[in-house]
């Protein structure tokens, strides 16, 4: 049997890249992209650095002239005529490690601004799980990823610690809501299982508002967050989403309800069905779908006169462009305030924030993120609004940090819930007052 070892580097390369191609690479692979570049300047990579090489046609050729090779009848014939290489070398790892991993943020922008529907990200993130599959990574999303599933192996330890911190937020849920009784179930059967994300910001708010509809929920022992996403590594990645599909199945929810994170709903919603080969034993909502049902039904007092400053929305790439949550927070946000302002283009054309694809966490590229930010910030800046909202934990971290790195006057950048629980907290006000005065 021969090992890893002994097959050179380049070979697994071709090996791993042809095991990616599938059917939507393989319509993108060939000879559908008539260099026509319609998608440079949609992406936003390419208008803020102008180079060519980094549009989405430049990084799709990188890759695309391997599988023309192999798998596209004119190349095979003509391979010159049509640039298709049958050899990798070495040397085109770093390229591929910028194309893919540092220069895209998978944020399909350049998918609906293609006429030929050239599906540009899908060879990008062939890449990104080649070089994940050679050891060529970027480190950072490796442990994350590795991070996630020992989470899982030393459950015992993690839980005492986790509900010790629960605890002390349930205090802090109790004393906003004015309410002895406020609870942060974990571990209980209920109709929802609420999978959050690793800080109170993802768990106090929607507690609040759960309790103040008296919804049946649950909290998830684990975060919703799946960095082995971003490395395409399929393996890891289910391994990871399963941890929470036991969970759900054992508590017997009728629904998952993932935190304000685009890329672990899209994993959630759209990706975990094909991993598993079906669809889920439960719903998959994002709490922006659910926040918005509650609003609509009218079980939430609203004072949306505490959110008076000006303020925006950004559509993270995820939740907006690749999964169609457009209008609900946009009902809510407009419910729970008085001046809000779209962004232009907005809504499919709006701009990544330059953050995604797991970029916030990969320190060393932050001048590239920050740059690649450019055009969000622009926007921004162009709405006159001085307060972000945004249903993502990367997009948020990014907008804060744009707004330092290009001036915008940024007061906040918060979640769709957090502003909710703002005008929510202002319209018990009142309502709590008078029972202390009664007592
Ligand atoms: S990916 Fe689409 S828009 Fe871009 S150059 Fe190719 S065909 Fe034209
Ligand atoms: S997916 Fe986004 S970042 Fe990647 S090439 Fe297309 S527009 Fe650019």
């Known amino acids: 049997m021969t090992s890893d070892i002994e097959v050179p580097i380049t070979d697994r390369a071709k090996e791993e890249l042809e095991k990616r191609f599938n059917r939507l690479v393989g319509v993108s692979a060939t000879n559908l992209c008539t ?17 060519v090489r980094l549009s989405p046609v430049g990084k799709a050729d990188l890759i695309r002239r391997h599988y023309k090779r192999s798998h596209d009848w004119m190349s095979k014939v003509f391979p010159r005529w049509t640039g298709a290489k049958s050899e ?39 890449a990104r799980g080649t070089l994940t599959a050679i050891g060529k990574a970027p480190e950072i999303l490796d442990q994350l990823a590795n991070a996630a599933i020992a989470r899982e192996e030393f459950l015992d330890s993690f839980s005492e610690y986790f509900l010790d911190q629960i605890t002390v937020l349930e205090a802090e849920v ?42 049946s929920w ?3 022992m684990f975060e919703a967050s799946n960095y082995a996403m971003f490395l395409g590594d399929t393996a890891r990645a289910k391994k990871i989403a399963m941890r929470v599909i036991n ?27 094909k991993w598993f080969g079906g669809p889920l034993p439960f719903k998959v909502r994002s709490i922006v779908e659910v926040l918005d049902e509650y609003v609509a039904e009218g079980r939430l007092p609203i004072d949306p006169s505490i959110n008076s400053e000006p303020l925006t929305y950004h559509d993270p790439c995820n939740l907006g462009r690749k999964g169609g949550v457009f209008d609900e927070p946009r009902r809510v946000i407009e419910a729970a305030s008085t001046d809000f302002r779209e ?56 907008i804060n940090e744009l707004g330092d790195s290009y001036g915008l006057g940024l007061s906040e950048v918060v979640s769709v819930s957090e502003l909710l629980v703002d005008a929510l907290l202002a319209a018990r006000q009142p309502v709590q007052q008078l029972a202390k005065e009664e007592m």
């Not at 309800?257 to 975990?272: L, Q």
């Open 35 to 51: 260099h026509c570049g319609w998608c440079i300047d949609s992406c936003h990579v390419y208008l803020a650095t102008g180079d």
């Open 174 to 215: 109790r004393e906003k809501l004015d309410d002895p009784t406020a609870r942060i179930p974990v571990n209980e059967p209920a109709e929802i299982l609420y999978v959050p994300l690793s800080g109170a910001h993802t768990i106090v708010p929607q507690a609040i508002i759960f309790n103040a509809v008296g919804a």
């Open 247 to 273: 969970e759900a199945e054992r508590l017997g929810v009728k629904e998952l309800v993932i935190s304000e994170c685009g890329h672990a709903y899209t994993a959630f919603r759209w990706e975990a069905p």
């Open 343 to 398: 962004m232009t283009p907005t809504k499919a054309q709006n701009f990544c924030c330059g953050g995604g694809g797991g970029l916030v966490a990969q320190l060393d590229w932050r001048d590239q993120r920050i740059a690649f930010g450019g055009p969000k910030a622009d926007q921004i800046a162009e709405t006159g609004a001085t307060r972000v909202i945004t249903s993502c934990d990367n997009c948020r971290h990014q």
């Open 218 to 220: 649950s909290l998830s």
């Open 88 to 126: 990798i070398t070495e040397n085109e790892f770093d390229d591929w490690l910028e194309a893919a991993f540092q220069a895209c943020t998978l944020c399909e922008r350049c998918v609906v601004n293609c006429p030929m529907g050239v599906e540009t990200p899908q060879l990008l993130a062939a």
